[in-house]
């Protein structure tokens, strides 16, 4: 056994390294810097503090990007140092964030311990490479992210870091599986490199039911493909689309998985997914090639979806309401109940009337899925969503893209029972129409302005935090622009209270709430690595199944411009479009 010795390096604080919406992200040149990834992981091992680090079990892994491999070593050598007793490392450093949360929940060492808490490298959708981004954020012995009593203190203990502890261990072999032992001071050490699916697979198959996805899949009715962007979920998308459920190898579209993701924004939505919008025929009435009944995308880390049928966008809004409404009768899963639903604050209201129609318990939370874990703990929420691309349920404490793509599956499975020998086949079209049909529509879009320059965007947020204290004020200047919208009922900063621990998390964006049920959010992004970005989110609710079919945009035109207007977005940012519509 080879031993090491642990010693103390001096440090100073950087600043800035305030987690996020979803952990600290930084440009690659920020965290090669000398110290820098290093004062964090201390700065977290601190935040825990060292009893719960002594003799703990963690997970060190990530969606594979520029820098992760540098970066594993570096915290295996500081878990070392700190007392940890033992590593887990995805083989070549690769899981998929979902996949972590399952490791975290469901695995057993091969000497029977448990995870007590995982590093996740990723800055998931964010592009990677050595002139972009890289990303790290904290788990916890639930599964899910830190939450915000954990990332303050992290946050507080990077402003005065003066040393960290390491190991002077030899770089470990993370592509063979295995288990390497060290001494140290404090007794064992090892790392265990482990298969980066099998466990989430298990996990998946006693979720969902394969066999009736898989003759779904194998029906010539049915076509699909999945289009990983070069992130991690091609690693899984094998195993589980081809392998498992029998899907043709060549359904899989970019699931190399790779460190700077093929140069493209591994971010699954209409502008960055081009290759497998144009292969679904979105946007064009015939093609040469008849596109795929489903297509779907994920994103760098695998915890976000875009669901596409035939020529047809599912908005992730509609998707969380869709899956809500079926799961039951879809998914064993689910077969029992659900407990209650949950969505983040700027998720169109569409949840909100499944929960009314099922008589479901319902929450309304900020953005982040660390908000969703304190629910699923206590058992009040199965099934939750974001707008953001992000679906999931409580059977981990991260969303899943993966999970996403076969909840549409088992819903498509379901419907298409006794279609499938001979008959009409259900499409995700037809789904989502009578989806609306039932409960109504909910139009939505949402503007991202990325990379605003950063003063600008708070003075923006200043105007409309002060604007919307008076309500009188805003309808007049909405009345202004558009006469044909309705009043504005109630506009507020949105603020949290968690019904489980109590905690408060404030300035969580500006909504304006109609009095025909449509809204307007504004919020700054928390996961960008330059600059600001703001984001504009639209929403109008349609119930007159007559007009449940029109031009999403067009529909929502009257109320992009009173958005607009609204947060005199021209004039604060000099921005005359956004960089992305979704
Ligand atoms: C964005 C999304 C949010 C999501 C977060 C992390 O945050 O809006 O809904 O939870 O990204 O997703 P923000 O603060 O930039 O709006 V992921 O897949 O990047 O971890
Ligand atoms: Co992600």
Redesign the pocket.
């Known amino acids: 056994m080879v031993l090491f010795n642990v010693s103390r390096v001096e440090t100073a604080p950087f600043d800035g390294q305030k987690p996020?919406?979803?952990?600290l992200r930084k440009k690659v040149k920020v965290f090669k810097q000398p110290n820098y990834l290093e004062n964090f992981v201390q700065s977290t091992f601190n935040a825990l503090t060292p009893q719960k680090v002594r003799g703990a079990t963690l997970v060190v892994s990530g969606d594979g990007r520029y820098f992760s491999k540098d970066a594993i070593q570096i915290i295996i050598k500081m878990a070392a140092g700190n007392g940890v007793r033992r590593v887990w490392v995805g083989q070549n450093g690769l899981l998929s964030?979902p996949a972590v949360s399952a490791v975290i929940r469901e695995r057993v060492g091969v000497d029977g311990s448990r995870a007590t808490g995982a590093f996740i490298l990723?800055?998931?959708?964010?592009p990677g490479g050595p002139n972009e981004d890289f990303g790290i954020k904290y788990n916890m012995e639930n599964g899910g992210p830190a939450p915000e009593g954990i990332t303050d203190k992290i946050y507080e203990s990077t402003k005065t870091i003066n040393e960290y502890l390491t190991a002077d261990l030899p770089d470990v072999d993370i592509t063979a599986i295995g288990v390497t032992s060290f001494g140290g001071p404090d007794g064992q050490f090892d790392v265990e490199v482990f298969d980066s699916a099998s466990d989430y697979v298990k996990l998946m198959k006693s979720i969902f039911d394969f066999e009736s996805i898989q003759k779904l899949l194998s029906s010539p009715k049915f076509t699909f493909c999945y289009d990983a962007l070069h992130g991690v979920a091609g690693a899984y998308a094998k195993r589980i689309f081809v392998e498992e459920l029998g899907a043709q190898e060549s359904s899989l579209m970019n699931c190399v998985p790779k460190e700077d993701f093929g140069g493209g924004h591994p971010d699954p939505n209409l502008t960055y997914a081009k290759e497998l919008v144009a292969r679904m025929g979105l946007g064009k009435s015939n093609s040469e090639v008849e596109p795929p009944e489903f297509g779907a995308a994920a994103?760098?880390?695998a915890?976000?979806n875009m669901i596409l049928g035939k020529r047809f966008f599912v908005t992730p809004s509609d998707s969380v309401s869709i899956i809500a409404a079926n799961a039951v009768d879809a998914i064993p899963y689910f077969s029992a109940g659900l407990k209650g639903v949950a969505r983040?604050m700027?998720t169109s209201s569409g949840l909100d009337i499944v929960a009314k129609n099922l008589n479901l318990k319902f929450f309304e939370v900020p953005?982040?899925?660390k908000f969703f874990g304190n629910l699923m703990d206590a058992g009040l929420c199965s099934i939750c969503g974001?707008?953001?691309?992000?679906t999931g349920s409580d059977h981990i404490r991260e969303?899943d893209g993966i999970w996403a793509v076969l909840a549409w599956l088992s819903i498509l499975a379901f419907k298409n029972k006794e279609n499938l020998g001979g008959g009409e086949l259900v499409t995700v079209e037809d789904i989502v129409r009578n989806h609306w049909a039932t409960y109504g529509r909910h139009y939505y879009t949402r503007y991202d302005y990325e990379n605003v320059d950063a003063g600008a965007a708070k003075e923006l947020m200043a105007y409309l935090v002060k604007l919307q204290s008076s309500l009188a004020e805003v309808n007049e200047i909405v009345s202004g622009i558009r006469s044909d919208v309705s009043k504005v009922v109630h506009a507020d900063e949105f603020e949290y209270k968690d019904p489980i621990d109590g905690s408060i998390s404030k300035h969580q964006g500006i909504r304006c709430l109609f009095e025909d049920g449509s809204r307007l959010v504004f919020?700054?992004?928390?996961?960008?690595s330059e600059g600001a970005?703001i984001?504009l989110y639209i929403e109008q609710y349609e119930k007159d199944p007559s007009k449940t079919g029109r031009d999403s945009q067009d529909a929502l035109a009257p109320l992009v411009a009173v958005a607009l207007g609204l947060s005199k977005m021209q004039e604060f940012t000099g921005r005359s479009a956004p960089t992305v519509i979704t």
Do not use: I, M, Q, V
Not at 122 to 126: P, R
Not at 523 to 528: D, I, K, N, W
């Open positions: 996020g919406t979803s952990g964030t990723t800055a998931s959708h964010n994103d760098g880390d915890d976000r983040s700027p953005t982040g899925w974001e707008e953001s691309f992000g969303k919020r700054l992004s928390g996961t960008g970005t984001r």
